[in-house]
Nanobody, 120 residues
Framework: QVELRESGGGLVQAGGSLRLSCTGSGRTFSVYHMGWFRQAPGKDRELIAT?????YYADSVKGRFTVSRDNAKNTLFLQMNSLKPEDTAVYSC????????????????WGQGTQVTVSA
């Protein structure tokens, strides 16, 4: 089992950057396939990036966001550049010991999320 905690969210102007972190406690971090999700008000949850068995980026963030991890520090990162107002959402990380495919939203463990707000 792993507990996940996101950090690094905040308010940024359009065109700016933020780096989100997702720190895990518990089981060895490297065994997990990890994902970053976001959910904007009134919209469905969206898988935006994965790291582990496969690396995936949603079209909406491709070329602007980069996912990486440091297993020694049990941390997953999401570097977000060229942010747009439409990137405003609660961002959450998730982990799974099982792999259901590059765009699956089936994950065993979830963080609480961190708010990212991009002003125009």
């Amino acid at each position: 089992q792993v507990e996940l905690r996101e950090s690094g969210g905040g308010l940024v102007q359009a065109g700016g950057s933020l780096r989100l972190s997702c720190t895990g406690s518990g089981r060895t971090f490297s065994v997990y396939h990890m994902g970053w999700f976001r959910q904007a008000p009134g919209k469905d949850r969206e898988l935006i990036a994965t790291n582990g068995v496969s690396t995936y980026y949603a079209d909406s963030v491709k070329g602007r966001f980069t996912v990486s991890r440091d297993n020694a520090k049990n941390t997953l990162f999401l570097q977000m550049n060229s942010l747009k107002p439409e990137d405003t959402a609660v961002y959450s990380c998730a982990a799974s010991t099982r792999y259901y495919g590059p765009t699956s939203q089936e994950y065993e463990y979830w963080g609480q999320g961190t708010q990212v707000t991009v002003s125009a």
